[in-house]
């Protein structure tokens, strides 16, 4: 489970001072469902990932990540953790089974642990053919696979995907959807950013609408249509986002 | 769980720097070849252009003369000079390299009646290496003559040679050849060894840190349970080797390549100047600029980790060279000796220090105190490195 409990994060930045990329974000993802962070550009959605994900610590507030304070624990919180972002790319001197060996071993697995979760991951992807070859050879495909193989070695309860399938092709974009409806179906708790309408439709359980920072509105795709009475998601989006008066600018870091 | 992280960053670092070609160039290529070019190929290359200056005859002129024609003649005669008599001024001749030098003979200087001592004039090219031979050629040929005609006029006064002459003066060293080759070649293996250490750690510093960013592999590792600690620290591990490596393999190969260097000489001409520096020196050496590599390369990791690429992190980088390199002439400079003061200095105090070791001094104060110092510098760079490591302005700068 994700608890996050008045997320805020604030930067400085020369020409513009004090910035607020993320104020006062409170929500709750459960195991074996889908969160969907949504948002435009800039709205706040990579820098509460990277939060919770512990890459960045939060300014104010905390959260909870498979029972792991986030501030108190940050190491603890990354071993339950897997996460995905186009920004996580692979070394590319490495092959792809080393890169998922590298980061079994940092997560404290055992070479024989290890040996038999990479031969069973790299069959369930279907990754054999390729396991030797360096990452700077692979194609986006096969990268992908590895990203996923990467973040699935130590079996973490947690998923965090931060836009997932920003631009890659069909094909490549499919193989992710499809893990993440997998991750679901294993009881795992999953996080997801995106501003692709498509993919929330397809794959969220529950949707948070982040504008300027702050999460202005959330529940399932049913409720929000309810609410907003509206059918399409994306009109949805639109009208919240525009009947909210911007107080600060958010950024993404 | 620290110590196996550190290694497991340590690994995989050194795994993906030996598969790097820049690395490797960087690291193992550069210093291997580089000596072996400066010294024997260079070496070679002085010695063939000396030695045929030596064998090519020189065109000189001679200017005046007409009153001593057994000085001319015999100049005419000597061996590797052909005289040659043209209408133009001499200067633009020497100039122009038609002609390598110039001899004015002074009136009266075969009879020596009459002469007023006006000094025989050689005109030449400064610098240009031909010209120089030729010149010392014609000097060599009058001061023959001068002794000639001084050994008659003492047989012709029944004087003996010493009149002249009455004792001799001859130097002689005292010190070891160790002390020797300190006061000779000793500024320079250390200034070797320091600017090594430093160029064998830049590459993989900008790599691992800028190199990742580039890449976009640092948020990958970020969101890996490895502390930034450990992590800062494996980096920095394998930094430390590359600089190591880099210059271990430098007086490796300038030991290897002066060597060989030195044994062809030898063959060729029969003389040679024989300088000895001890392994345990060089070792010593080594021993003290292992903590100025440790403070390379925490402060490499540091500096290259504020840049968002590769190129950035070079522009950062370069003028790190100058103020490395600055330090370490000055320790070869004659009279900088080790001072209680100088050796505060960084840099400056290693490279003095290392001058000391290879002449074979050992003054135990001064060796503690600048290992000390230098390991607090170094210590202070590990420290500075790991802080940037956890400073989120640092790692996402954008």
């Not at chain 1, 996050?4 to 020409?15: E, G, Q, T, V």
């Not at chain 1, 999460?215 to 998601?233: C, F, H, I, S, V």
């Not at chain 2, 000779?184 to 750690?201: D, H, N, S």
Request: with cysteine; aromatic share 6%.
């Amino acid at each position: 489970m994700i608890e996050a409990r008045s997320l805020s994060k604030r930067f400085h930045d020369k020409k513009r001072g004090q910035i607020c990329a993320v104020e006062n974000v409170s929500f709750t993802c459960q195991p074996g469902r889908i969160y969907g962070l949504l948002g435009a550009n800039g709205a706040g959605k990579t820098t509460t990932l990277r939060m919770l994900a512990t890459i960045l610590e939060p300014t104010d507030g905390t959260a909870l990540v498979f029972g792991h304070d986030i501030v108190e624990h940050p190491e603890r919180v990354r071993s339950s953790v897997g996460f995905l972002s186009t920004a996580t790319a692979l070394y590319p001197r490495l092959t792809a089974q080393e890169m998922v060996e590298y980061f079994g071993r940092l997560n404290g697995l055992d070479e024989a642990t290890l040996k038999k979760r990479i031969d069973d991951i790299f069959s369930r992807l279907d990754m054999n053919s390729f396991r030797d070859r360096r990452c700077d050879k692979l194609s986006t495909g096969m990268k992908q696979k590895t990203s996923i193989a990467r973040t699935l070695v130590h079996d973490p309860p947690v998923m965090i995907f931060d836009e997932p399938t920003l631009g890659l092709d069909i094909m490549a974009a499919r193989t992710i959807v499809a893990f993440i409806r997998e991750c679901r179906q294993a009881g795992k708790t999953v996080i997801l950013s995106t501003h692709v309408m498509s993919e929330v439709e397809k794959l969220c359980d529950v949707i948070g609408i982040i504008h300027n920072g702050s999460l202005l509105a959330e529940g399932t795709p049913a409720q929000l249509r309810e609410k907003y009475e509206e059918k399409d998601l994306e009109e949805i989006f639109v009208k919240i986002v525009t009947a909210h008066v911007a107080p600060h600018i958010g950024v993404e870091v | 769980m620290s110590a196996r992280n550190i290694a497991i960053v340590y690994r995989k670092e050194l795994l993906e720097a030996l598969r790097d070609r820049r690395t490797l160039i960087s690291t193992i290529l550069v210093p291997i070849l580089l000596f072996p070019i400066l010294t024997v190929g260079v070496g070679f290359a002085v010695a063939s252009l000396i030695e045929e200056a030596d064998r090519e005859p020189a065109r000189i002129m001679i200017l005046g003369g007409v009153d001593s024609p057994a000085v001319v003649s015999s100049l005419v005669k000597s061996k590797n000079l052909i005289v040659v008599s043209e209408p133009a001024n001499y200067v633009d001749l020497i100039s122009n390299k038609k002609i390598r030098a110039a001899v004015e003979i002074p009136p009266g200087l075969q009879s020596g009646v009459g002469a007023d001592y006006s000094p025989v004039k050689i005109y030449m090219y400064s610098g240009d290496l031909k010209s120089t031979t030729a010149a010392k050629r014609i000097e060599d040929f009058f001061n023959e003559y001068r002794e000639n005609l001084a050994r008659d006029r003492l047989s012709a006064r029944k004087l003996p040679a010493s009149f002249l002459k009455p004792f001799d003066i001859k130097q002689q060293n005292v010190v070891s050849e160790e002390k020797v080759a300190g006061e000779t070649v000793g500024g320079i293996i250390p200034y070797l060894v320091i600017i090594m250490c430093l160029t064998g750690a830049m590459y993989p510093a900008m790599d691992l840190t800028a190199g990742e960013k580039e890449r976009a592999t640092m948020e990958t590792i970020l969101s890996s349970p490895v502390s930034r600690t450990h992590l800062v620290l494996g980096k920095f591990l394998l930094v430390l080797t590359a600089s190591l490596v880099t210059a271990a393999l430098s007086v490796t190969s300038m030991g290897v390549s002066s060597w060989v260097f030195q044994h062809f000489q030898d063959q060729s001409s029969g003389a040679a100047v024989h300088i000895k520096i001890g392994l345990g020196a060089v070792l010593s050496v080594f021993l003290v600029a292992l903590p100025l590599a440790v403070m390379f390369s925490a402060a490499l990791l540091t500096i290259a980790l504020f840049a968002k690429s590769y190129k950035e992190a070079q522009s950062y980088i370069s003028p790190l060279m100058i103020v490395v390199i600055v330090p370490a002439i000055a320790a070869m400079l004659p009279g900088v000796e080790l001072t209680p003061r100088l050796s505060l200095v960084p840099i400056l105090n290693v490279s003095l220090l290392c001058k000391d070791l290879i002449a074979g001094t050992y003054h135990w104060n001064s060796i503690a105190l600048i290992f000390l110092s230098t390991c607090l510098y170094g210590g202070a760079a590990i420290f500075i490195a790991v802080k940037m490591f956890h400073r989120e302005s640092v790692l996402f700068r954008s």
